[in-house]
Structure formats: structure tokens, C-alpha cells
């Protein structure tokens, strides 16, 4: 009997109608939802199938997936992306959402055109949050703050009085709001050299020049300030409070009023919302369970178990949300906030906007030059769409291609049957099968989409065929001028130093360790090797954060060891040779074990007659070193060297993860480059892959360079 009940259920079970949701949450953010999704089943019957994908991917597989109806029935996302979402066709309206059950400015986000779409779960915004134990009253205006943080801050033990993440443009923005700024002029377009802008990048450069902030600040390093008692103030959202040591007693506070203005630091409010896919193919089912996930018993989940600021009115009211203070004083801070606008134009601000800010504060553009700076470079990201052109001249010429190709093979085979030109056609194809249905799936066929799609040019999910405008547009640097960091050749000299100077190091400390470590009479030569492999056993991207935390130039490692030996600080991204030479040190430091232990290695082939016959003949070690060693580690050495100037031309991590491209992107590779216009600029997949073309075409021609150097081939 029991077993009968156990089919009937999975019968039943398999019967029952599914539902699949997407999110970026992890931790109790995820643990909340999973709730709520098994609370959604209890009461309707419907399985739900819950998916975590990254945050920073989600949007991409979205835009990918749900219009070739692979992707889920709800997904939760932000509504920075809803216009966007919307001109692709891939979020459906809400049918059901009731804007007198949510806070007023969720739901005005969630507008688009007198349409409503999604429906909203939390708010997130930017407040004030003040260390108790150091007994500073709130600060209600920037006069008050500025006092606050002039007696809190010591710089000489490395206290300060605020902290928050100055580079970055959703940072800064209610202080560029607060100084009266406007982000669009009434067309639409955004405008960025205003005084205003000028205003709030004075205010915030003298408050890091008299040293009440820190420099070059990440969300770490915030953290551990505010923990550690040594920033009396952080700027930051909800999520803080997850990062805050539980022993440190804090208050959560309004940003200040702009006290030359009178205007309030107005934050952006994010609004994160259950949006319902265009192509599900049960409608009424998902508009259930988004409005689900967004009130009553859900929602108090989300807040006790996730942390979230709910978007729901109700909630408010719930006992167990009333007296979380935390709850409740972001809920204040909302009221002030400014719904982060959801045009398309909104996404082409922040690059420009964090170009514009880091320069200043790293004390290579004036305040008052800084708007200009963004300007300019705005306009060279934003190009317009090329002119669409026709694909049927490219489709004939490929296929003309084809049938010369073919005619010719005939033409060479002419009057030889096949099995008599290739009598061991059938087992040498059986053998090279599995190794060329792998090259042709991992090789091939990505090559040939990559080829096709850099002909096409990609605006918001619509792909328009434009020939070789996007090869073009880059050859002539449009937009920009060829000695500025946009242009092509500019980055591929920056490539091509990048590569040379890091092989020519690598190379250098290899072989001259090696060369210590093959000495028959070196003591602990084993436990030397070993040392001297980790940085290369040690994953690049992680070698790449501790690096960049010891560049820091005013907590780093390096610039502590430059103080003691009596030598200033250095700023080590804001100037190109630095930022370019921190990361030539980082790759150094990855790279030399490589070509220790292939040195190493032949070294030790070497037949020690030799030497023994130079001495003998009175010749000297740098002769035994040019004439035998040089000559006999080639053949072991040079392949080596071709390999590794491969590798080091496309490492991303440690150009994007130790000088993200500082300063201004002057130190971007090619390929970190392509990487940007990808994923970073409107999401421009045909000019990224043209870029990724002619990377190809430089790394072929490189190739047949070395393949003379090797003798592979007659020169």
C-alpha cells in the first residue's frame, strides 16, 4: 500500500504544472526565495524550479535565452534594465499588481509609458551610517558633516571620517544630485560638463585632499575601516549591514542636505522586481506567483530571512518588521531617493561618469575639467549604428568560394578514383575522429560564429548585417583619435609592450634561476624548487587581488616597505607608467616559474663534457654561456618562449583585475579591450568581435614569424 501511494503521489507529482524562476541572490537572499517558492507549491500544487545564476551574467542569459524560449516563466532582476528588456520583447506587463499595496516609488520604477511591468519585492538605496561608540550626533547638512569628519579622522594612525566608494558613479551620484545636478537635458541625452559637476567633484576631492576619506577605496576595504573603528561614517545600502562585525553598534541615517544648495543627497532607489517572461507558456500561472513572491507571507520572508527593504506597504505593519530598526530607517531613506531612471541612455553614463571620477581623485583631471573628460569620452563609446547593408553579394562570394574549392579538388583527383588517391582514408579518418569532432566543436564553429557576428551590428537584442563597418570604424579609429586609449593601434602597442616586456622578464628570472638551482652543491635545492613554482601553482586571479591590495597606496604592502626606506608613496594607477609597471610585476611574478622549470629541464640534457672541454680550452663562463648553453637550450627554450608570448598577449585577469584599465583604460590589452565593448559598452557584440577578429590576424601573424624563428620553415 505504501508504495501504491508513493506512485500515485509521483504520478500526481510529474501531472503537476511547472514553473521555472531565475535570480542572482545568494545566502539568505536565496534561502528566502527557495522559501517562498516552496510556500507558492503548498498552496497551488505548482513546482517551482529555482535557478542561481551570477548577478553579472543574469542579464546577458536573459536577453539570451527567454527569446529563443529556453529561459524561465519569472525571473527577479533590477529595473535599471526594464526599457531594455521591454525593447527586446522578452517581459510581459503585470496584470494583477495593485500600486495601493507598494511604496509609491517602487512602482513608478516598474513604468514604462503608462504600462506596468513587474512586480516589485525591494527597494535598495544609499544612506548614512554612523559608528555609535564614537558619540557623534547625525549629521543633517554637509557643514555639519565636515565637522564630524574633521574631528573623527587622525591621518596619522590611518582614521578617517568617512568612507564609501568614491570612484563609482552610483556613489557619487546624490552628491552630484545634492549640487543641483541633472543627469539628461529635456532631450533625453545626457549631459555631463555642468557646474554642478564641478561642484560636487571640488566637494568631494578636498575632502580626500585634507584626508577625512581614504583613497582608491573598494567595498573591502569599507568594511574593514567601519569594523575596525577606524571610519566613523560609511555610505553604503542594506547590504552593509550584512558585513558589519555583530559587536559594532551603529545608526542608519539620511544622507545630509547640500548646505551651498539646500538640496537634499537624493540616492538612486533601485527596485528589484519579479518580472514575467513574454514567452511563457503559462501566463496566468507566472502573473500568480510574481504577485505571490511580492506580498504577504513571502515578503516577510524575504525580510527576516533575506534582509531585504520591502517594496510592500503591509509589511511595515508586521510586528516582527516594525521593530527592526534597520527595516525601518531605510524605509525613511527611500522617501528621498530618485528611481534610478530606466532609459537605455541611462547605461551609457556610468563609464564615462567613473572616468571622469577616478581622474579626479587620483589627481590627473581638475574638477573643473572633469565634466569634458567625460564628455568626450561618452561621445567616442555611444557611436552610431553603421549603415545596414546588404548580405547577399557576401552570401554569393562564399558561395562561389565553396564551388571553386570543390572544383578544383575534382579537377586534382580527375581520372583517380578516391579509394586509389587515399587508400587509408577510412582508417586514418577512424583515428583523428574524436580529436577533430573536438577541434571542429570547440574551434571551428565558435571561430565561424565569432567571424559571422563581426559583421552584424547588435542594438538592444536586434542584429543588423553591416558588412566590414565595425573592421573599418576600428582601423580608422572613428570616434576618437589613434593616440587616445579607444583606438586600436594605440592598445596594440600597449599589447605589444605588455607582451615583450613580460616575456624578456619572464625569460631573464627564469633561466638565472634556473641556472642557481641546476648547482650540484646548492644545499636545499629541492625545497628552493618548490618555493619557487607556487606563484605559478597559485590561480592568476588570485595572485591578481593580493597584488592589487599590495599596490594600495595607502594600505599596500609595497608603498609601506617605499615609507620605511624613506621614499613617498606612490599612487600607483593613477599615472600610466606605474599602473602599466604594477601590472608587468604581477605577471612577472606569475610567469618566471614557467620558464624556470623549462629551463631547468634543459638545462640539465646539457652533457657537462662540454663545459669541461671549454675549460679546458680557456673559455671563460660568459663564452661556455653563449657558445654551449644559449645554442643547446633553444630548441627546449624557444617554443617555450612562443607559448608563453601567446599567453601573456591575451591575459585578461590580470590586466582587468590589478589596473582594470587605469588610467582612463590606458593600460587595457586588446583583449580586455574587446572584453569592454562586449559587456561594459551597450553591449556591442559586433564591434567586440571585429576586435577579436583582428587579434586573431595579429596572433597568425605572429605565429608565422615564429614558426621561421623555429626553422619550421625555410626563410
Known amino acids: ?14 501531472d503537476a504544472p511547472v514553473l521555472k524562476l531565475w535570480h542572482g541572490y545568494r545566502g539568505g537572499e536565496e534561502q528566502a526565495i527557495e522559501q517562498a517558492a516552496k510556500a507558492f507549491t503548498a498552496l497551488t500544487g505548482t513546482q517551482v524550479e529555482l535557478l542561481a545564476v551570477p548577478y553579472d551574467a543574469l542579464s546577458s542569459k536573459l536577453t539570451s535565452a527567454i527569446p529563443h524560449e529556453a529561459g524561465p516563466d519569472v525571473f527577479i532582476f533590477a529595473h535599471e534594465r526594464l526599457r531594455q528588456f521591454h525593447r527586446m520583447k522578452i517581459v510581459a506587463p503585470s496584470v494583477a499588481l495593485d500600486r495601493s499595496k507598494y511604496l509609491a516609488p517602487a512602482v513608478d520604477a516598474l513604468e514604462l509609458d503608462g504600462t506596468l511591468y513587474g512586480y516589485p519585492l525591494s527597494i535598495k538605496c544609499l544612506a548614512l551610517f554612523l559608528r555609535e561608540d564614537r558619540g557623534f550626533a547625525a549629521p543633517t547638512t554637509t557643514a555639519e558633516l565636515e565637522r564630524l569628519l574633521t574631528q573623527a579622522a587622525d591621518p596619522s594612525k590611518n582614521q578617517f571620517g568617512l568612507a564609501y566608494e568614491a570612484g563609482d558613479f552610483y556613489f557619487h551620484a546624490p552628491i552630484f544630485f545634492g549640487f543641483g545636478g541633472v543627469l539628461f537635458k529635456p532631450d533625453g541625452r545626457s549631459q555631463f560638463d555642468t557646474p554642478a559637476m564641478t561642484s560636487s567633484m571640488k566637494w568631494v576631492k578636498s575632502l580626500q585632499d585634507r584626508k577625512l576619506m581614504p583613497q582608491e ?4 576595504l569599507v568594511k574593514t575601516l567601519f569594523n575596525e573603528n577606524r571610519a566613523a561614517v560609511v555610505i553604503s545600502g542594506p547590504w552593509f549591514t550584512g558585513e558589519i562585525d555583530p559587536g559594532v553598534p551603529y545608526s542608519i541615517h539620511p544622507l545630509p542636505i547640500v548646505s551651498d544648495t539646500g538640496l537634499p543627497m537624493a540616492p538612486f ?45 503591509a509589511a511595515y505593519e508586521n510586528e516582527v518588521v516594525a521593530k527592526d530598526q534597520m527595516i525601518t530607517a531605510f524605509r525613511a531613506v527611500a522617501e528621498r531617493g530618485t528611481p ?24 590627473g583631471v581638475a574638477p573643473e575639467d572633469a565634466g569634458a573628460l567625460a564628455d568626450r ?36 583527383g580527375r581520372g583517380t578514383s578516391f579509394a586509389r588517391r587515399f587508400p587509408e582514408a577510412g582508417r586514418g579518418l577512424l583515428y583523428v575522429a574524436p580529436a577533430a569532432t573536438g577541434l571542429f566543436v570547440l574551434v571551428i564553429i565558435p571561430f565561424v560564429i565569432g567571424l559571422s557576428l563581426s559583421l552584424f551590428h547588435h542594438d538592444a537584442g536586434d542584429y543588423t548585417f553591416v558588412g566590414l563597418a565595425n573592421f573599418t570604424d576600428i582601423l580608422t579609429s572613428k570616434g576618437y583619435r589613434i593616440t587616445e586609449p579607444l583606438s586600436f593601434y594605440f592598445t596594440l602597442v600597449v599589447t605589444l609592450v605588455w607582451t615583450l616586456a613580460n616575456v624578456v622578464l619572464h625569460v631573464s628570472i627564469g633561466l638565472f634561476l634556473a641556472i642557481l638551482l641546476k648547482d650540484p652543491l646548492l644545499k636545499l635545492r629541492g625545497v628552493y624548487r618548490v618555493l619557487l613554482i607556487v606563484p605559478w601553482a597559485v590561480p592568476n586571479y588570485i595572485t591578481a587581488m593580493m597584488w592589487k591590495g599590495m599596490f594600495h597606496q595607502q594600505f599596500g604592502a609595497i608603498n609601506a616597505i617605499l615609507g620605511h626606506l624613506g621614499v613617498e608613496p606612490v599612487s600607483w594607477f593613477t599615472h600610466w607608467t606605474t599602473s602599466f609597471a604594477a601590472n608587468v610585476i604581477t605577471n612577472t611574478w606569475l610567469g618566471f616559474p614557467f620558464m624556470m ?96 577578429v583582428l587579434i586573431f590576424f595579429v596572433l597568425f601573424a605572429w605565429s608565422q614569424v615564429t614558426k621561421r624563428l623555429s626553422g619550421a620553415e625555410p626563410a
Not at 284 to 306: H, I, M, P
Not at 382 to 402: D, H, K, Y
Open 269 to 313: 532607489l533601485g527596485v528589484e522586481a519579479a518580472f514575467v517572461s513574454s514567452r511563457t507558456r503559462q501566463p496566468e500561472l507566472a502573473q500568480a506567483f510574481a504577485k505571490f513572491l511580492s506580498l504577504g507571507d513571502a515578503t516577510v520572508t524575504r525580510v527576516t530571512l533575506g534582509r531585504q527593504i520591502p517594496a510592500e506597504l
Open 340 to 363: 534610478t531612471p530606466n532609459t537605455l541612455e541611462m547605461a551609457r553614463v556610468w563609464e564615462p561618469m567613473k572616468l571622469a571620477l577616478r581622474a579626479v581623485l587620483q589627481g
Open 1 to 14: 500500500m505504501l508504495f501504491l501511494a508513493l506512485l500515485s503521489a509521483s504520478i500526481a507529482l510529474a
Open 377 to 412: 569620452r561618452y561621445r567616442a563609446l555611444n557611436r552610431e549604428a553603421p549603415p545596414t547593408t546588404s548580405p547577399l553579394p557576401w552570401i554569393i562570394g562564399i558561395v562561389i568560394g565553396l564551388l571553386a574549392f570543390v572544383g578544383y579538388q575534382l579537377r586534382a
Open 217 to 220: 577605496v573598494s567595498g573591502a
Open 597 to 692: 622549470v623549462v629551463s631547468l629541464g634543459a638545462l640539465q640534457s646539457i652533457p657537462t663534457d662540454l663545459y669541461e672541454a671549454a675549460e679546458v680550452d680557456g673559455a671563460s663562463k660568459w663564452t661556455q654561456f653563449r657558445r654551449i648553453t644559449l645554442p643547446l637550450l633553444k630548441p627546449a627554450l624557444l617554443p617555450a618562449v612562443i607559448l608563453g608570448s601567446v599567453w601573456t598577449f591575451n591575459m585578461f585577469n590580470i590586466i582587468y583585475l590589478v589596473s582594470g584599465g587605469e588610467p582612463g583604460g590606458g593600460t587595457d590589452i586588446l583583449v580586455s579591450e574587446a572584453y569592454r565593448w562586449a559587456f561594459q559598452r551597450n553591449e556591442q557584440y559586433g564591434f567586440a568581435a571585429a576586435y577579436s
